[in-house]
């Protein structure tokens, strides 16, 4: 026996089947409601509701699940099966006709009577909800309806207003799912969990402050639901923090800074929570968008030489190391870079991180030639590691003239396309 966490299935328990096919679960406390799922040997499978009805029998034919299932004391699914019957036998001879169809006015034909039959199916469903309003199919019923946009309307100066379509949808998106119920979260993915997906992926914008209003929109609507809330406030942290997208760690700050407390979670302890929120402080500093962190280091002649007094339209924030694999991979791509756009008004800051092997650092120098900015922590007064999150070099931060992060741990392939799109940006606002 399995269920569905969000995008996920679980095992449950097991059973052994005997002679006659049968086998049976048991236990001493209530199960969780949502959808649950038998699954065979064979991988074959079928589903099943948990609700209020929670001591049933069900029995089938391994020829077909769904046409042969009987269910006795539980209501709920049997209704549960017989919309399956409904809809099977309704959709299936259109789906041959699909298959068939080669012309386009076949395929329109087709699309007509898919269209028809799609009302009568609304329309069970409606009745459906009616008679049944406390049942948790009903719910299902009624996530599966996106919004209908109504016609647009038009504006005082005559035209159409394009956005009205996008706001609209966006607005009722989740009108018809019960954020109050926790059998939401254990459906499959198309029930629940892909509509949450769908917001933020196509329907929020793609930074930081926009995701971090549609998580607080969204998690709102779940604080009556434990696990629902969990479940929102544990995907859209995690999803971000892994995020491939520059930036997206911000996020990350904001949920952590603002569910991940005592009072708002009680399923991490006291020690984890003290741990993310000591990386979320860390992390906040050196967000796009926050001016760089100070540093002061010393140059190959111990001059002690400042980041902020740097005068460049932009300055390259380079920590690596000449002993790093990686570094001497990279270090070449970013010299060459460098010679070609040093007279730009670029300028590197290059900290060497291995601040015990200050002669081979300055061997390394000469021999490549790095006529930019070379520092290290020789006199170990600074605490960049922490400051900048340095957990492996090469690390590359992007500075503009005031010392503001607009980019940071990325590749020096990355670094024509992000100066030339911050440059648009600019010009933009002037």
């Not at 019923?141 to 309307?153: G, H, I, Q, R, S």
């Not at 926009?210 to 607080?216: E, F, R």
Request: net charge negative; with cysteine.
């Amino acid at each position: 026996m399995g269920f569905y966490y969000g995008d996920k299935t679980y095992v449950l328990d097991s059973a052994s089947v005997d002679a006659k096919g049968s086998f049976h679960f048991e236990g001493d406390t209530a199960m969780t409601g949502g959808i649950y799922f038998i699954l065979l040997k064979n991988k074959r499978y079928f589903e099943f509701i948990i609700d209020k009805d929670q001591r049933f029998t069900m029995s089938t034919d391994t020829a077909d699940f769904i046409k042969n299932m009987k269910v006795e004391g539980s209501p709920e699914n049997q209704d549960f099966y017989d919309y399956l019957n409904y809809a099977a036998s309704r959709y299936g001879k259109f789906q041959k006709l699909q298959d068939s169809a080669k012309t386009q006015a076949q395929k329109t034909n087709v699309k007509i009577k898919i269209d028809s039959l799609n009302i009568i199916v609304k329309k069970y469903k409606e009745d459906f909800i009616a008679r049944h309003p406390d049942y948790f199919m009903s719910e299902i019923f009624k996530a599966a309806e996106t919004p209908d946009v109504p016609p647009t309307p038009t504006l005082a100066n005559g035209r159409k207003d394009s956005t009205f379509g996008y706001r609209y949808y966006k607005s009722h998106f989740f009108d018809n799912i019960n954020f109050s119920d926790d059998k939401m979260v254990h459906t499959p993915p198309e029930i629940f969990f892909n509509r949450i997906k769908e917001y933020f992926s196509r329907l929020t914008f793609p930074i930081p402050d926009s995701i971090d209003v549609a998580a607080d929109y969204i998690i709102a609507k779940a604080r009556k639901s434990p696990d629902m809330f969990k479940f929102l406030v544990n995907y859209v942290t995690y999803q971000y923090a892994n995020s491939d997208i520059m930036g997206m760690d911000a996020v990350y700050v904001h949920m952590v800074k603002t569910y991940y407390t005592p009072q708002n979670v009680s399923w991490e302890s006291a020690s984890q929570l003290e741990k993310m929120r000591e990386t979320a402080n860390q992390i906040e500093p050196v967000l796009i968008g926050k001016t760089a962190p100070s540093i002061v280091l010393s140059d190959t002649s111990n001059v002690m030489t400042a980041l902020d007094s740097i005068k460049a339209r932009y300055t390259i924030l380079c920590f690596w190391d000449y002993d790093c694999g990686l570094c001497q991979q990279e270090i070449p791509k970013l010299i060459k870079w460098y010679d070609a756009h040093k007279d730009q008004g670029m300028e590197v800051y290059a900290v060497e991180i291995n601040d015990n092997e200050v002669a081979k650092w300055k061997d390394y120098i000469k021999k490549h030639k790095l006529d930019w900015i070379n520092v290290a922590d020789v006199f170990h007064t600074s605490n960049y590691h922490h400051d900048y999150d340095v957990i492996s070099t090469p690390m590359i931060y992007v500075l503009d003239e005031n010392k503001r992060i607009i980019a940071k741990k990325i590749d020096v392939k990355d670094l024509d396309g992000i100066l030339k799109h911050d440059m648009q940006i600019n010009s933009l606002k002037k």
